[in-house]
T-cell receptor, first 115, second 112 residues
Framework: SAVISQKPSRDICQRGTSLTIQCQVD?????MFWYRQQPGQSLTLIAT?????????ESGFVIDKFPISRPNLTFSTLTVSNMSPEDSSIYLC????????????FGPGTRLLVL | GESVGLHLPTLSVQEGDNSIINCAYSNSASDYFIWYKQESGKGPQFIIDIRSNMDKRQGQRVTVLLNKTVKHLSLQIAATQPGDSAVYFCAENGNYGQNFVFGPGTRLSVLP
């Protein structure tokens, strides 16, 4: 299994500002994913981040709003730009498939509140 | 009982009873399924998985059943404990196996 940490664990931000969330994995992984989980909702995939290539965004998510970096096989960042209250969510980093198990593992999440 | 509304469906069970959480998946091409448990303030945690060549798999106190004919998954928890209180998500790997697509989730509430 992979151990994933995220920073910050939570933040309160003002509208119009940007926040960069960091995701660190304890092993090298090819595929990393960023999810959003709005209050009381399920997980929605924002984008897939593979090292050495541009992130692939899902419908409804754009690079200008959620720029992603993937500088190496153990680290990624997601920036939430020009925030509005509607961006208040939990943002989750995930890795997988890892090895033969094909399971996705999740970080603890970053709880964002935009005022 | 179980209810569906604007928020997550909730299943309330008495401590010690068995729980059954259901999930309908969408993609008939999915061949790998996972149940996740998400406790308050934490990320989803892997519980148990099942591949499409199986219809049942058992873990410690948990059993997953797969019915491919009707695209249905269920998670059974035996002797439900207060620590089982959480939101449970099923996930399928229908997106060409690249990542998992999550179901809407069910909140399990264990009553003393």
């Amino acid at each position: 299994s992979a151990v994933i940490s995220q920073k910050p664990s939570r933040d309160i931000c003002q509208r119009g500002t940007s926040l960069t969330i960091q995701c660190q994995v304890d092993s090298q992984v090819t595929m990393m994913f960023w999810y959003r989980q709005q209050p009381g909702q399920s997980l929605t995939l924002i984008a897939t981040a593979n090292q050495g290539s541009e992130a692939t965004y899902e419908s409804g998510f754009v690079i200008d709003k959620f720029p992603i970096s993937r500088p190496n096989l153990t680290f990624s960042t997601l920036t939430v730009s020009n925030m509005s209250p509607e961006d208040s969510s939990i943002y989750l980093c995930s890795v997988g498939p890892t090895g033969a198990g094909e399971t996705q593992y999740f970080g603890p999440g970053t709880r964002l509140l935009v005022l | 009982g179980e209810s569906v509304g604007l928020h997550l469906p909730t299943l309330s069970v008495q401590e010690g009873d068995n729980s059954i959480i259901n999930c309908a998946y969408s993609n008939s091409a999915s061949d790998y399924f996972i149940w996740y448990k998400q406790e308050s303030g934490k990320g989803p945690q892997f519980i148990i998985d099942i591949r499409s060549n199986m219809d049942k798999r058992q873990g410690q106190r948990v059993t997953v059943l797969l019915n491919k004919t009707v695209k249905h998954l269920s998670l059974q928890i035996a002797a439900t404990q207060p620590g089982d209180s959480a939101v449970y998500f099923c996930a399928e790997n229908g997106n060409y196996g690249q990542n998992f697509v999550f179901g809407p989730g069910t909140r399990l509430s264990v009553l003393p």
